[in-house]
């Protein structure tokens, strides 16, 4: 899963710098739309997964930037909000 989130840590540096300021990780929560990454940012930045990849790609690319599950038949939420938090943890620890 780390690859995905790395993934989407890039994609949202180059978009949003800054946003994990925005992100209350302790609520974070990917399988729930209001307190997945792109959940916690719409409600005090108002965006979401067409305004970050583009209208023609939406929510379906966005598993490729662990936003979703990248295969919800074997995946689990749970490891992908992990993933997050631990990228997080890591990088608080670096900055």
């Keep these: 899963m780390e690859e995905y989130v790395l993934k989407g840590v890039a994609l949202l540096d180059s978009k949003l710098p800054g946003w994990e300021e925005h992100i209350n990780w302790d609520e974070l929560n990917i399988q729930d739309l209001a ?20 209208f023609e790609r939406g929510y379906v690319e966005g598993r490729g930037y662990g936003f979703d599950v990248p295969n919800p038949a074997h995946d689990s939420y749970a490891d992908l909000t992990q993933a997050w938090k631990e990228w997080h943890k890591h990088h608080r620890m670096h900055v």
Aim: with cysteine; aromatic share 4%; proline share 0%.
């Design 35 to 54: 307190r997945c990454v792109i959940g916690q940012l719409n409600r005090v930045l108002d965006v979401n997964m067409f305004t970050i990849l583009g």
